[in-house]
């Protein structure tokens, strides 16, 4: 029967096989601040998933602020809100719940499945206005909000809004994490149902094939000569301080050294005073992106407040090799010294000596970035959705959920169902083809 009849369709498999739910066509509500064309590892991974989401039939309503510019007419499969600019990034929007609008549509048409990416007042009306409807609810774990706090002032609030994310995500029926790292220490803070759900990379798009000798000679550099490239917000929160020194000591070890920083943010000026001789290429998307990755031959990625860090499979797709310190994707991904080299957490004397020896063997370094390569032919975004769909389908599944003592509404039971154990996470495979 179909689980907007009132039960679930479950189909036993072989007895060799564990049981799992039978993959049918889910409707799903995606509720996110942030979404392409803004440029930020959320809204790109985002759009990614509801892709694959809909290719494999599933129908996705998009639930997010219209965006800057006032032209964002959205689509038949998008629930526009109103917005404000979040301060320090006036190039998005947090979204204000339109709380009749939403509690009308999930009513008419109700979501199988109500799917949180981000935590502001938007995700935190999408979560109660779910619950008082008895859908279910999963979320996403993406930015460390507690972490950039002190970044911007108010490190006197890291532990309320700590307090806040926590409390939020333990109202879902699972949270999703990208590292195995990133769960063990939320575990620790009480946050609870953690499931570690990796993400993908376009090898398509990011390619050493699209190394452009024309574009490094607008930048200053020849064949032979270092690029570091660094690919992000040019904020605070990104620690790149520690980024100044390591270029300056690879100028010291190898003098025709280049630096391109892809992206914009408040410190632009500022590190353009401290850095004249480097290439400022402003943001950068899709092929144009693609491009400039492909020809650097140095990633150099000095954030410690990621939760993962888009940019660093990216790199090493392009055949960068990458410098970060031992923290998100670059611990997860790389190999020291093999497909990439890591630094101590916050050893910005260890980064910026790495940085150097990169810059005066070149050979090495571009033989690290081919190993990279390979290491990211491994990072399949089919296998990635499939872990998603996997989590969605078990979340509705799920019995004896209490909700959160703040809810005022009880959701009502949840149908009891032959539990179905989720497939295993399957370690990233470091080997190379």
């Given amino acids: 029967m179909d689980a907007r009849a009132g039960t679930i369709d479950f189909r036993w498999a072989t007895a060799a096989e564990p049981p ?16 392409p064309p803004e440029v930020n590892g959320v809204a790109v991974t985002l759009a ?20 800057a510019g006032g032209a964002d007419a959205g689509d038949a499969d998008t629930l526009l809100t109103r917005g404000l600019p979040i301060p320090g990034y006036p190039d998005l929007r947090m979204g204000l719940p339109g709380l009749r609008s939403l509690r009308q549509a999930w009513a008419r048409q109700r979501p199988d499945l109500v799917h949180i990416a981000t935590e502001g007042p938007l995700g935190f009306w999408a979560l109660r206005t ?10 996403d774990f993406r930015t460390n909000f507690h972490r950039y706090s002190a970044h911007y002032g108010i490190g006197w609030l890291q532990r309320p809004i700590a307090g806040y994310l926590r409390h939020f995500h333990n109202a879902t029926r699972c949270t999703m994490v990208p590292t195995a790292k990133l769960r063990d220490e939320l575990q620790a803070q009480g946050f609870e149902r953690l499931v570690v759900v990796g993400r993908g990379v376009d090898t398509t798009l990011f390619d050493p094939a699209r190394r452009s000798d024309d574009l490094r000679r607008r930048w200053g550099a020849g064949a ?13 929160e990104k620690n790149l301080d520690a980024l100044v020194p390591a270029y300056e000591a690879m100028v010291a070890a190898r003098p025709s050294t280049r630096l391109v920083f892809v992206g914009d943010g408040p410190l632009r000026e500022t590190l353009r005073a401290r850095c004249p001789q480097a290439v400022f290429a402003g943001p950068c998307r899709g092929e144009a992106l693609a491009a400039a990755y492909a020809s650097g031959d140095i990633f150099l990625f000095p954030s410690v407040t990621e939760t993962y860090g888009n940019v660093t499979p990216e790199a090493m797709a392009s055949g960068l090799a990458v410098l970060a310190f031992e923290h998100a994707a670059a611990a997860e991904l ?9 630094a101590p957490m916050v050893d910005v004397a260890d980064f910026v000596a790495q940085a150097a020896a990169l810059a005066s063997h070149l050979p090495r370094a571009r033989a690290i970035g081919r190993a990279a390569r390979r290491t990211a032919l491994d990072l399949d975004w089919e296998r990635i959705v499939d872990e ?7 979340a509705m599944l799920k019995v004896g959920f209490a909700p959160p003592p703040w809810e005022r509404l009880d959701p009502g039971p949840v149908p009891r169902v032959p539990l179905v154990p ?8 470091r080997s190379f083809q």
């Fill in 20 to 35: 799992r739910p039978a993959r049918r066509r889910l409707r799903l509500a995606v509720v996110t601040e942030t979404y």
């Fill in 48 to 67: 990614r998933v509801v892709a694959g989401l809909r290719e494999r039939g599933h129908e996705v309503q998009l639930v997010r602020p219209r965006q």
């Fill in 130 to 139: 779910a619950r008082s409807l008895g859908l279910p609810v999963t979320s």
């Fill in 224 to 236: 032979d000569d270092p690029v570091a490239i660094y690919v992000g917000r040019l904020a605070a």
């Fill in 334 to 342: 790389i190999t020291h010294r093999h497909n990439g080299c890591l």
């Fill in 388 to 394: 998603i769909e996997v989590q969605f389908y078990t």
């Fill in 422 to 429: 989720t497939t295993p996470v399957q370690p990233r495979s």
